[in-house]
Every structure is written in structure tokens, then in C-alpha cells.
């Protein structure tokens, strides 16, 4: 089975709008992290916000923002305000124990003037 | 502060060459590493990691082998590359108090 599942191959959003890049994730583990990571076209992988498995509240980085939702296993990535340099690659990943990172297929992002 | 050093940035192979990409990692001990490799447009596979000297868990069975020979060294390898072997591979690496994994540059392979 996917570790971690990435629904939408690819997204548009008008500059300035937020938008949401869905992840769902399958593990077993009691403790594990959740990252998103934005890969530019340089390939460069850029990590953006992390979620641990205990932690209560929602991540936010910025304009970033994690939406966890342990019950439903969702780790949604918010992006407000966006701006014509995010427009890249975004990928999901947990960590599951202290070990292994898994990645999603990613969601390519297209911002729109 | 921890940097990441992956070389070189491309490289293009004839079939049935062998093949050693090389990874190092600087300001941090007992760093856990990764090596992934990424086909074009998709998203990225775990090859390998190591959780110390020596110690190599692969995690697909592939033309390709890695080796921890120091302790912040990580080698991927192969005997004779396939085609299927083309790829971007990229070294990451994770630890102390940060939970994310860092990565290095990437590899661009081309087999032909």
C-alpha cells in the first residue's frame, strides 16, 4: 500500500489566493512526522513545514499552514497569498519512527498572474 | 552549521558502465542518510538508508547498491548501469535536533 498519497498531479490558483494541495497518508506507527517539501524546476527539494503525530495544534510556517487531521490521516498543505514563485513541484512525506522518509508523487502548482 | 555536498551535478553513461555517486555531510555526527532517485515528472523513491557505519537498508531490489564506508559518507553504486538506471538521485540526510531531511543538489543520470 502508499505510504503517502498525493491526488492531484497538478493545480492552478490566481496570484494573490490560497490554495489547498491534498496529502493522505498510511501508517501504523504511533509516531511519525509529516513534511512538505516544495522542488523548484533547479530540482533543489526545500522543506517548508513539519508535523509531529502528538502535536495538538496545526503547523504554520508563514504563508504556510498544515491541516492535520489525525482521524481522517490528512496532512493538508495551505498556501495563502500565493505568490508567482511558488509555483513548483510539492511533495508530501512522513517519517515514520526515527528512520525511513516516504514521498508522495507530488502536485505540480501553477500560480497564475 | 550542516551542509550537504552531492557530486557531480549530471552525468551521462553508456550501458553496462559502473557507476559511484558520492554523498558527504558536514557539521553534524551520526547523521541518519538516504539516497532516492526521482524519475522525470514523478515523485521520489527511497533506494537506501543507513543509520550508522556499515549499517545499509535497501529498500527495492535494483542494479544499484550503497555503501557507509565514514561515518558521514554514503556511496551509491553499480556494476554495470541499465537504462532504467536514468534518473535524478538525491542525498538526503536527517538527525540531531531537526526532524525534516536535508538534501544535497542531485544527481542527474542519463544512461544511453
Known amino acids: 500500500a502508499q505510504k503517502i498519497t498525493q491526488t492531484q498531479p497538478g493545480m492552478f490558483v490566481q496570484e494573490k489566493e490560497a490554495v489547498t494541495l491534498d496529502c493522505t497518508y498510511d501508517?501504523?506507527?504511533?509516531?511519525?512526522?509529516l513534511f512538505w517539501y516544495k522542488q523548484p524546476s533547479s530540482g533543489e527539494m526545500i522543506f517548508l513545514i513539519y508535523q509531529g503525530s502528538y502535536d495538538q495544534q496545526n503547523a504554520t510556517e508563514g504563508r504556510y499552514s498544515l491541516n492535520f487531521q489525525k482521524a481522517r490521516k490528512s496532512a493538508n498543505l495551505v498556501i495563502s497569498a500565493s505568490q508567482l514563485g511558488d509555483s513548483a513541484m510539492y511533495f508530501c512525506?512522513?517519517?515514520?519512527?526515527?528512520?525511513?522518509?516516504?514521498f508522495g508523487s507530488g502536485t505540480k502548482l501553477n500560480v497564475k498572474p | 552549521s550542516q551542509t550537504i555536498h552531492q557530486w557531480p551535478a549530471t552525468l551521462v553513461q553508456p550501458v553496462g558502465s559502473p557507476l559511484s555517486l558520492e554523498c558527504t555531510v558536514e557539521g553534524t555526527s551520526n547523521p541518519n542518510l538516504y539516497w532516492y532517485r526521482q524519475a522525470a515528472g514523478r515523485g521520489l523513491q527511497l533506494l537506501f538508508y543507513s543509520v550508522g557505519i556499515g549499517q545499509i537498508s535497501s529498500e527495492v531490489p535494483q542494479n544499484l547498491s550503497a555503501s557507509r564506508p565514514q561515518d558521514r559518507q554514503f556511496i551509491l553504486s553499480s556494476k554495470k548501469l541499465l537504462l532504467s538506471d536514468s534518473g535524478f538521485y538525491l542525498c538526503?540526510?536527517?538527525?540531531?535536533?531537526?526532524?525534516?531531511?536535508?538534501f544535497g543538489q542531485g544527481t542527474r543520470l542519463t544512461v544511453v
Open positions: 512525506a512522513m517519517r515514520e519512527g526515527f528512520n525511513k522518509f516516504y
Open positions: 501508517t501504523s506507527d504511533p509516531s511519525y512526522g
Open positions: 538526503a540526510w536527517s538527525g540531531g535536533q531537526r526532524a525534516e531531511a536535508f
